[in-house]
């Protein structure tokens, strides 16, 4: 028992935890490079990362894409084991001391729950199991340079001609754009409906004519974000989620799912100072102290703040579980994900600042060539620039907070005099 045809866990039916524990075991013993199991055994991500390069790790994925471990509570026919919420902990657990991090983040997290929540069974088994496997790699085709927070106001338009959609319209913060393959789009089918009743939700092949990504390069000198250009872009109507019109609908599943994904340690994917931050402060502080460094684990005042800190991380992290039993479950995240993305935007960004804190000058200041900026920056330093976008990413802390008070509060809607009004006649930046 352990590993099927093509590498694919093997269980028996009806499994118990404790056969699922042993069979990953021994997946993981035939699959897993043994470089990668000593070093975790030795010294955890760190260590496992001395060995492991990114570009090793994208060559290994699909050995662990065909296990159906990448999603183990999808059925197997979308790529997963058909395991219950529990039985997926118990596989999790064998897994998490080898660092295998899900390739495809807004595959898994912002295109499949709309697909789970809205889409047919055929277009279920057409784009899940390629997620899975990181064969098909996506983005989001939302905000757009007058439709951010208020997204509903968007203005790219999507008209229908016989079984396709002709799309034309701006989208910008598309993240990765640049190397995926397929986007989840929301356009506008209907200008004469209000604003959040005349969109569509569509998924758009990138690899055609009429699609223009040009990358943005933000403050760290990297490049994770685009802008993107849709002229007379062709969309079949099979590529449509949920009825025309709905798309609103549609888009609040991947909202969810992108709000979760951002909540979590390490900021999707993109916190430079890894899943267990905290930890990370700990050892930082303590190599200061063992330097002779001022400002250490040595003070009080640090140890205070860390602990301060790690306190919170705990808060949000019994939060965040709570939101992933239901995608485990596989119900989609409802609007208590705003709950941990409204907290961890501000947590990580304060991890993130006294990282550079416990640097000191050393954190301010250091030697680089212009033209090497990017390669120079530290990893605290690196991590603290790219935590500004917390706040803003997967929608605003203040869209968030309106949406915890109006839909889980049940708090009063915010007054919205255009409210009902045709799109067309709504004001737009």
Not at 60 to 80: C, D, I, K, R
Not at 257 to 272: L, N, P, T
Request: net charge neutral; aromatic share 8%.
């Amino acid at each position: 028992m352990g590993v099927g045809a093509a590498g694919r866990l093997a269980l028996p039916e009806g499994p118990t935890a404790a056969q699922v524990s042993e069979a990953v075991r021994a997946w993981v013993g035939r699959h897993v490079p043994a470089a990668w199991r000593e070093a975790a055994g030795r010294g955890g991500a760190a260590a496992i990362r001395a060995v492991r390069s990114r570009e090793d790790y994208e060559r290994w994925y699909p050995v662990f894409g065909a296990s159906g471990l990448v999603a183990p509570t999808w059925e197997p026919e979308y790529g997963g084991l058909g395991l219950s919420a529990q039985l997926a902990r118990a596989a999790e657990a064998e897994l998490r001391p080898f660092n295998l991090g899900r390739l495809n983040p807004l595959g898994l997290s912002n295109a499949a729950p709309a697909l789970f929540a809205h889409g047919s069974e055929e277009q279920r088994r057409r784009f899940l199991p390629p997620i899975v496997r990181n064969e098909e790699f996506w983005c989001q085709l939302f905000s757009e340079p007058g439709a951010g927070s208020d997204l509903a106001s968007l203005a790219t338009r999507a008209v229908q001609e016989g079984d396709s959609w002709i799309v034309n319209g701006q989208k910008v913060w598309t993240t990765w754009g640049f190397k995926a393959d397929f986007g989840v789009l929301l356009a506008r089918t209907d200008p004469d409906q209000p604003k959040r009743a005349g969109l569509t939700y569509f998924l758009l092949d990138l690899h055609q004519p009429g699609v223009d990504v040009r990358p943005l390069r933000h403050i760290t000198g990297e490049i994770d974000f685009c802008e993107v250009f849709l002229d007379d872009a062709v969309i079949p109507d099979s590529q449509r989620i949920g009825r025309v019109g709905d798309g609103w609908r549609v888009a609040g599943a991947t909202l969810s799912g992108e709000r979760q994904m951002v909540s979590g340690a390490g900021s999707g994917g993109v916190d430079r100072i890894g899943g267990s931050g905290i930890q990370y402060l700990i050892r930082l502080a303590r190599r200061i102290s063992a330097e002779g460094r001022p400002g250490g684990w040595d003070d009080p005042v640090v140890r205070q703040e860390i602990v301060r800190l790690y306190s919170e991380e705990r808060i949000r992290g019994w939060t965040n579980e709570r939101v992933r039993d239901r995608l485990r479950a596989g119900l989609p995240p409802g609007p208590e994900s705003s709950i941990g993305k409204v907290h961890q935007g501000t947590l990580n960004q304060r991890m993130q600042a006294l990282a550079v804190d416990l640097l000191g000058p050393f954190g301010a200041a250091w030697e680089s060539d212009a033209q090497e900026y990017a390669q120079s920056l530290s990893h605290e330093v690196r991590g603290m620039l790219r935590s500004r976008a917390n706040t803003i990413e997967g929608g605003t802390t203040e869209v968030n907070k309106n949406i915890l008070a109006e839909r889980v509060l049940g708090l009063p809607r915010e007054p919205d005099p255009y409210r009902g009004r045709p799109w067309r006649d709504v004001p737009r930046s």
